[in-house]
Nanobody
Framework: QVQLVESGGGLVQAGGSLRLSCAAS????????VGWFRQAPGKEREFVAG????????YYADSVKGRFTISRDNVKNTVHLQMNSLKPEDTAVYYC????????????????WGQGTQVTVSS
């Protein structure tokens, strides 16, 4: 098993930046593809960004492409999500998740989830 803990959320003005981190314990994170998802109040959880086990492949939702960057450090067992040019519509709880079956945009592909970190973007 792997345990995931997100950090780095907070309140930021529109146009600002935040860097989210996902720290893993238990099994090494390099065994898993990792995704970031978010869920706003009253909405379904949606895919934001994903990265393959090696970090060689990254993919993004259209809504964040060009603004967000996902990266991983398999030595430090962490994955980051750099979020720039934030918009009020980015406000949500952000979750990282690990998948043993490869990368994808569907939440059910992911075996392990963190508890989430709140990101609030004010206008």
């Amino acid at each position: 098993q792997v345990q995931l803990v997100e950090s780095g959320g907070g309140l930021v003005q529109a146009g600002g930046s935040l860097r989210l981190s996902c720290a893993a314990s238990g099994r090494t994170l390099s065994s898993y593809a990792v995704g970031w998802f978010r869920q706003a109040p009253g909405k379904e959880r949606e895919f934001v960004a994903g990265i393959s086990r090696s970090g060689g492949v990254t993919y993004y939702a259209d809504s964040v492409k060009g603004r967000f960057t996902i990266s991983r450090d398999n030595v430090k067992n962490t994955v980051h999500l750099q979020m720039n040019s934030l918009k009020p519509e980015d406000t949500a709880v952000y979750y990282c998740a690990a998948s043993s079956s490869g990368y994808g945009i569907i939440p059910t592909m992911y075996n392990y989830w963190g508890q989430g970190t709140q990101v609030t973007v004010s206008s």
